[in-house]
């Protein structure tokens, strides 16, 4: 079987969930740049172009606080509307 890797006109994302146009990022350090934030400010607004929300979460985020990281998501899925 072949996996499929979201994407959204050129760019890859991390996780897409289309039914509640959500994508996730994982960030690690080379996004906490001053260049690699502007590169992904200028992305996420091209996404967001379509009606889909971009979170953002680091990699440190994801290692030491799951849990809240899954609660956000799950809040944030529940707030929007489904499509």
């Keep these: 079987s072949s996996l499929s890797i979201p994407s959204i006109e050129s760019y890859i994302v991390d996780f897409f969930c289309r039914?509640?146009?959500?994508?996730?990022?994982?960030?690690?350090?080379?996004?906490?740049?001053?260049?690699?934030m502007k590169?992904?400010?200028?992305?996420?607004?091209?996404?967001?172009?379509?009606?889909?929300?971009?979170?953002?979460f680091s990699n440190l985020d994801i290692e030491h606080n799951l849990k809240n990281v899954g609660q956000y998501i799950e809040n944030i899925i529940r707030e929007r509307p489904q499509s």
């Design 19 to 36: 039914k509640a146009r959500l994508v996730i990022e994982v960030d690690g350090a080379q996004h906490r740049s001053l260049e690699g």
């Design 39 to 56: 590169y992904d400010e200028k992305r996420s607004s091209r996404i967001e172009k379509y009606d889909i929300l971009v979170i953002r």
